[in-house]
């Protein structure tokens, strides 16, 4: 896919965020969503052959639709300025851990992992943790998952330690998150090169060993 269009369409947009100027320039936009619907489907065939959980899933609901709920929002602004797709393997919704990733101007990434679990399935996954932290310290410092991915997002946690675990814990500082997630920026050119799909899914493969760990937790 070129993203060329869907950078300009959506460079545009957050410029004239308003209904009248969208729905001007809603055949475009219609034009972009279908062509993202197909690269959702390339990509989503090509995931099956690292994480067989996502069989079976259909494309073109994976996929976010761009206006934004604004009803207990402050930012009114009706449209997202971006195009994304969420991948799990009930969906987009994220109920499990995934993969998830947007194309916007200056701000696509992928993602994978799982945002805010319920509080049912945090304790799950802290218990998890707590039986088998080594193996998360062992998929973290795997040289490509770091290279790519870094560490887990760590913007929410815990300032004290979760109830029942000891603040001596080897492992302390995975409990005290409440989300289980790590990202990957794209650049807007890398999101033109023609490399950006295969690009996009070696990261998505590389984040697969987290979200086997998660979905363990969760079993």
Do not use: C
């Amino acid at each position: 896919m070129n993203f060329k269009p869907t950078l300009d369409f959506l460079k545009k947009l957050s410029r004239n965020n308003n209904r009248d100027w969208f729905e001007k320039n809603k055949t475009q936009y219609l034009e972009i969503k279908d062509e993202f619907e197909s690269f959702v489907t390339d990509v989503l065939h090509e995931m099956i052959n690292f994480d067989e959980a996502l069989a079976g899933l259909n494309p073109k609901k994976l996929i976010f639709r761009i206006y934004r709920d604004v009803r207990f929002s402050k930012d009114k602004t009706p449209y997202k300025t971006n195009i994304s797709a969420g991948i799990s393997p009930e969906g987009k919704g994220m109920g499990l851990p995934g993969y998830y990733f947007q194309v916007e101007p200056n701000n696509s990434f992928v993602a994978a992992g799982m945002y805010h679990p319920s509080p049912e399935n945090l304790v799950k996954i802290r218990q998890e943790i707590d039986y088998s932290g080594t193996r998360l310290d062992s998929v973290l410092k795997e040289k490509q998952f770091k290279k790519i991915y870094g560490t887990l997002w760590d913007e929410d946690k815990l300032k004290t330690t979760p109830k029942g675990y000891d603040a001596e814990h080897p492992h302390i500082e995975y409990l005290k998150l409440k989300s289980f997630i790590v990202t990957h920026s794209f650049t807007d050119a890398q999101v033109l090169d023609k490399k950006f799909q295969k690009n996009l899914l070696a990261s998505m493969a590389v984040s697969k060993p987290l979200n086997d760990f998660l979905r363990e937790g969760l079993a």
